[in-house]
């Protein structure tokens, strides 16, 4: 046999044990990783955004449905996916093989969780319902959202935010289950900002800056029920603005007493609070609640009016002044209306 038959003999040789040897090694490894031993119970674990393979491989082991977390975590490597396990909260069986067990992981059959977040709620009333939802812990939601890095992230171009009080948005949100509470605030945070951006692109009010705009749809939010009435509450505090006048809104004296109260009295309207706008001139420090798109839009596009007042018509909606001899007349008219609702 010439050299080159030899040569060519010795390289097939040396390929095919190459191959027996690699596919033997794979057979191998992956019979070791069938063994699945049976917990014979459902079982659960939580992956957390950005945990490593081989923590995940720790998870599983702990609850004994892999036999090897190392095995496991080459496994998952020579399957391309370990980029690819999705974060949530799954639920296993016990008897699932190991197939089973990474295609779970590759379709991200995670529990989600939907709750709703309402329209004029101070920050401590979210972080509230979160946790009363199983969410998250109440104080774990108002540390991740008062983080100073989150909001000079999210408002980027804001200016200074002084706290996250009436940024977190109204909605209804779905998130997987075991969800970090940094991801659920970021989320809230970024849909507001979003939002006022969008909507407050073309207002003609550009001497408020968006901050600000966020502070006077939340008063708009608190002070008015009707949605069409909103452009004429925001046009009524606007036009006050613009004449150096007090916004005197309740609603911000509601924000400043330690709790709430049906029916303000005329001490209450006395109480020593930068949120008194009865007491102070201008915008309150911060939003005193969270607000809808409906309360931007109204302070985006507001009506075109002279009103100065308006005041309660003793339903949901309101009378509006242009002077205080009007507004006057539609506070007797309140009263009566009222005492009228009272009386039946």
């Not at 027996?20 to 794979?26: E, N």
């Not at 909606?317 to 507004?327: A, Q």
Request: proline share 5%.
């Amino acid at each position: 046999m010439s050299f080159i038959k030899y040569f060519f003999f010795g390289a097939f040789l040396s390929g095919l044990a190459i191959v027996s040897f690699v596919s033997g090694g794979f057979w191998c490894l992956r019979e070791t990783l069938a063994f699945v031993p049976q917990v014979a119970q459902p079982f659960e674990i939580t992956i957390t955004k950005g945990m490593q393979t081989r923590q995940i491989a720790g998870l599983l082991k702990g609850t004994n449905i892999i036999s090897s977390a190392i095995v496991f975590s080459y496994w998952i490597r020579l399957n391309g996916a370990d980029s690819r396990l999705r974060p949530g909260v799954y639920k296993f069986q016990g008897n699932e093989s190991l197939d089973e067990i990474l295609k779970i992981l590759l379709e991200g059959r995670e529990e989600n969780v939907k709750f709703t977040i309402p329209e004029g709620l101070t920050l401590k009333m979210i972080a509230g319902t979160l946790e009363k939802n199983g969410i998250c812990s109440e104080t774990a939601f108002l540390e991740s959202v008062s983080s100073r890095d989150l909001l000079g992230k999210v408002f980027a171009g804001w200016g200074e935010i002084p706290n996250p009080e009436g940024l977190p948005f109204p909605e209804t949100y779905v998130f997987h289950k075991g969800v970090n509470p940094g991801e659920i605030a970021e989320t809230m945070l970024l849909m507001t900002k979003n939002t006022v951006e969008k909507v407050c692109l073309n207002s003609r009010f550009s001497d408020l800056s968006l901050y600000q705009k966020c502070i006077l749809a939340s008063i708009v939010e608190r002070e008015c029920k009707l949605k069409e009435e909103r452009p004429l509450v925001a046009s009524v505090f606007l036009n006050r603005l613009k004449k150096g006048m007090k916004l005197e809104s309740c609603a911000t004296v509601q924000y400043a007493l330690p709790e709430h109260k049906e029916r303000l009295t005329y001490d209450d309207l006395k109480v020593i609070s930068p949120f008194n706008t009865y007491q102070n001139s201008g915008l309150p420090p911060t939003p005193i609640s969270n607000f809808g798109k409906a309360a931007v839009e109204a302070v985006a596009s507001p009506a075109e009016n002279d009103f100065l007042f308006f005041v309660s018509n003793a339903s949901e909606g309101h009378r509006f002044g242009k002077t205080l001899k009007e507004h006057e007349h539609n506070k007797k008219l309140f009263f009566e209306d009222r005492n009228r609702l009272e009386t039946h």
